[in-house]
């Protein structure tokens, strides 16, 4: 069974730090781009980061540029999103999300409600309190 399951957020002070983890199982992640969405709410989700399984390409939204880092452990087969710097402003469902094709990966992230990915986990809540 296909899942991505995403974990780590919480309630943080504003300039504080999470790190959100997105675990996948029940399919070969070493061969899919993950990309990171979010939606605030009572707002449309919005493209975050995502990054390459072939040669480490990142791409970021501009609004996180600086301030959060995707990574990745093929051996745990899970992705890391480090948010540091947090705003108020970036208080959102955080999604995980898989596809086998990079450049699709960031259209996605450019145009959220294009939605070409894969697979998709079903949220971990960030509340940055100010």
């Known amino acids: 069974q296909v899942q991505l399951v995403e974990s780590g957020g919480g309630l943080v002070q504003s300039g504080g730090s999470l790190r959100l983890s997105c675990a996948a199982s029940?399919?070969?992640?070493?061969?899919?781009?993950i990309g990171w969405f979010r939606q605030p709410p009572g707002k449309e989700r919005e493209g975050v980061s995502c990054l390459s399984s072939i040669d480490g390409s990142t791409y970021y939204a501009d609004s996180v540029k600086g301030r959060f880092t995707i990574s990745r452990d093929n051996a745990s087969k899970t992705v890391y999103l480090q948010l540091n710097s947090l705003k108020p402003d970036d208080t959102a469902l955080y999604y995980c999300?898989?596809?086998?094709?990079?450049?699709?990966?960031?259209?996605?992230?450019?145009?959220?409600?294009?939605?070409?990915?894969?697979?998709w986990g079903k949220g971990t809540l960030v509340i940055v309190s100010s």
């Open positions: 029940g399919f070969s992640v070493d061969y899919y781009a």
């Open positions: 999300a898989a596809s086998v094709n990079f450049v699709n990966t960031v259209a996605s992230i450019k145009d959220p409600q294009n939605n070409s990915m894969d697979y």
